[in-house]
């Protein structure tokens, strides 16, 4: 359930229209709905609450401050991968005790900044890393707490770049090599071993990789326990997928049944980590139509938006809804929703039956609240469009559009020119 709907041939999005968000602030912009955002987080956190867990929203899904700030509120913490993300988080007001750290390739400053702010964990992912870890909590006097990220080579099912839980990924450690890093890590002084993680992938849309991938954990656990390491979080990751086209995944609700009954009467801590589920679907993105063209019998409608401002269908060609702003009567037409950008791969959509479109139109490109903005850029010279937040009949703008003068900040022209 989102709440982007048609009021007498006007899309909305809550109680405002969104023409009229575009006079305000130009084109594209990003908007969100606070409604749908509030009731995903809730339905996911929901579908937990009759066990110990902690939802740790996946925020390179969408970083926005005013977006952790919601969840925070309502007891959220945060998966990061970067030493940026610890700072946004913390920026939004996210506890730390609520923060679990993922990522093949953290750095020392990272390590260092994540320790000193007291992170609930780090997800550790090479034999390397453990002792770089260990390294920087005996500099700082502190404990870092750790959990190894498994690689339980489970196949997710879904497209190739957003798969990680197959052995051929490079993402966290095999399991038998775990259970050596397990070992060291208890002889380690600046280490307190508290977890065991994993992530397979995103936009799954089946649940049986997860419970696979859970019962490879499961027994990892009992190994642990016999060798006298015992566990209190397992962070099953993010990945639950959404409907983008036809796509039918599961619910939360039965998403968390397939988890819960597979933990039975267990006592750890589940970590999630979901992303997609929670904003995917609660963001759009909106563009201006600039010119309708037809080149070869093939009909283009050259919008203000580009592959820099959504990288998706250029990067997976993934598929993303085309609505029109304001529904026109009139034949359909097939037709490729292309940006400005220097380059064949910038499309929003292709072959899509659409509206008759004629210039200063307005299309929304649906389920545009996850990894849209986010996987932004600034290729061509193009300013990072705006984001907006709507709730009710108000709306405000949570990230200005970048401006010219943005674009070349910190840039110098070198004296010895
Ligand atoms: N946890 C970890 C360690 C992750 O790497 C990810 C996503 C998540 C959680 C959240 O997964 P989600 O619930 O959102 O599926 N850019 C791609 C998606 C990349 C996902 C990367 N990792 C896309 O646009 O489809």
Redesign the pocket.
Known sequence: MHHFHYRKNELYCEDVPISSIAKKVGTPFYVYSYATLKQHFDAFDGAFSDVGHLTCY?M??NSNKALLALFAGRGGGV?I?SGGELYRALNAGVDPIKIVF?GVGKSLSDLEYAVTSEILMFNVESPQELLKLNQVALNSGRKARISIRVNPDVDPKT?PY?S?GLKENKFGIGVEEALLQYEKAATLDGLDVVGVSC?IG??LTQTSPFVDALRKLKKLIEQLVRMGISICYLDL????GITYDNEAPPHPKEYAQDIKSELASSDWTLIL?????IVGNAGILITKVLYAKTSYDKNFFVVDAGMNDLM?PSL?G?YHGIQPVKQTPGEKLTADIVGPICESGDFLAKERLVDPLAPDDLIAVMSAG??GFS?SSTYNSRPRVCEVMVKGDRFEIIRQRETFEDLVRGESIPDFF
């Open positions: 996946s390179k899904s998966d991968v993922s497209h957003i990680t992530h995103s936009q990751g993010g990945g639950l980590e979901p992303g997609r589920v998706r997976y993934a996850a990894y996987m």
